[in-house]
């Protein structure tokens, strides 16, 4: 048996629906009927998955295992390209996450687009600045002038405070 | 009626009530367009400014805003595979296949049509079921409605291409995610770990964005290409994708009749509706097991096709008896009421000619929705050649605003990027993430109705005959799945060894 990405989600899988069965079982009929009845036969199932798993990375190609009726990948490249790009894609979205956390939506938002803009895409000044300000625009007009969301209050305020008291009319 | 049907075309031509109508299709598209915003968003914004306006005039303008969203949702998800409304998910499946191979204009072209259509076809049949609606939706109760649910969770069976056994422990992780939140039977928590988000259960917005449109984006990040690499004067165009239409019209017609029949029954929800037309399709259009989720036209015709005609079936209960199928429904029974009319029997009655209004406000919005999005389609188009790292942090923002917009906290953010990783992996590991999305969009009906069919009638809801009907047709639809697997099996010669 060789241990792959694909057996290892497989009994990620299967922990997750035990401890959802396991959990569900001091619960009262009402509540935890329908949890139980549909939890228990996808643990099994997925048990066999896990199996199978097991099994059939010795017997079939990837291929077989790819026809999912699902949105196809492309296999061309090499698994370590796919992660070290994958990774930094996974960097920019919690840069940005982390950004709106700490500094809010209104800082964030333009300063992710340029940088991601200027360095990522390594475009020239002149169409990172438009594109920027058409996000802003767009996000401002929209989500905040037109939807008035409620924005979250940022762990860091300062930044915010002062774009607001130069442009009273936001958030 | 034939008077009040003219009465109420009348009425809505006067050139005041159609510029406000025209003014709610324009808002509606713009709405559907955005990831995350919709009708409903519309409807909440507008309806305030309703309160001074003629009843005709403000009524037709929030239907018109209210049926078009999903004429436009299909933008996003053809070209980035994130879902506009959530009425569009199943489109992505091979609308954006088609964008990747310079076909968007045609996926465009076969959408828009088919949304024409099926809109007017919901508003037709509309009209003509409004003399008979009371015995028609009164033939569906709990029993048949959690009939119908078990009938929308067998698509997972056809769903799962070559990997049924993932596909149905995929559907069953759905159903157990959506039970997290506050049990409606007993009120009791179930899964939320004491955190107040999840106390209301997982945003459906929020999941469909993680497990579709962030996934997509990374992987065409990964690739570093733009969304399609051939050149454009390669592309196919629109013209194109509205023969497809014609050349596939009785799937077309079937998937319009499905989805007024959805639409109709209160409770089964837009996010359905699209997954139901696009099963269909797939278990019956000839050798759709080979070509449905690599760019197959049927499989983007299906979906728009149903969940346009949704809208104008989604009507019938909300005039007839005043029971809202949908939020944006609940929204226009306000509408009603803000402006003096009672939804049921007085909207057949002596409101005949609002009603027929209403019935031509569809159909209209619908065709104006599609001349409007057809001028732009291959400008839209375009947008597939545009190297992906510059659309990147564009579509990044939007999803990220589109799922915070959902409940206004920070866990929307965790839960996009959690589900993102969840379907990234569940992508690249050959787990198919539809039948997961199914699970979770069914799970709270299925139990709800499950629980009221017990209660109210024994184990005897089972042998209704309605009930039997419709688990006949599911058993028969699941029997008819396995055997077309079967048959690409044998023509592919793969013996699924180890299956």
Redo the contacts between chains.
Sequence with gaps: MRITPSLVFTLFVAVVAAAMVVTSKDWPLGTGLFPRSVGVPVLVMALIQLVMDAYRTLKTTASQERETGDLQVDWTMSAAEVAARGLAFAGWLLGMFFGILLLGFFITVPVFTLLYLKYQAKEGWNLTLWLTAIMLVFFVGVFDQILHIHWLEPVISGPENFLKSLMPWLG | MFEAMADGLTALLSVERFLFMMFGVVVGMALGA?PG?GGV?GLA?LLPFTFDMDPTAAIAMLVALSSVPVTTDTIPSVLF?VPGTVGSQAT??DG??MARKGEAGRAFGAAYFSSLLGGVIGAVILGMLIPILKPLVLLFAAPELFSLGIMGISMVA??????P?????AG??G??LS?IGI?K??G?L??TFDSLYLFDGLNIIVVSLGIFA?P????M????KQISSVPKQAMKGVGHGIRDVFANWWLMLRCAFLGTWVGIIPGLGSAVVDWLAYGHAKSTCKDAAFT???GDVRGVIAPESANNAKQGGALVPTLAFGIPGSASMALLIGAFMIHGLQPGPSMLNEHLDLTYSIVWSTAIANIMATVIALCFTNQLAKISSV?I??L???V??VV??AA??AT???FD??TV?LF??LG???????????PLLLGFLL?GLI?RY??ISVRAYGASFLVRPLVLVVLAVTIATIYYSVKQERKVRQLTG?TG???
């Design positions: 955005i915003l968003v914004l595979a992505i499946l954006h296949p056809i769903l799962s291409g070559r990997v056994l993932k596909g149905i422990v069953g992780m159903l157990l039970m049990d039977q007993e009791l179930r899964w962030l997509e984006l990374a992987d990040v990964i690739e570093g449905f989720g690599t190297r790292n510059i990147a942090p564009l990044t923002v990220f605003l915070y917009q206004a906290s920070i953010l965790v990027l993102g990783l990234w992996i569940m992508k690249r590991c050959g787990w198919p993430r539809p799970g139990e499950l629980f793969d060894e180890g299956e």
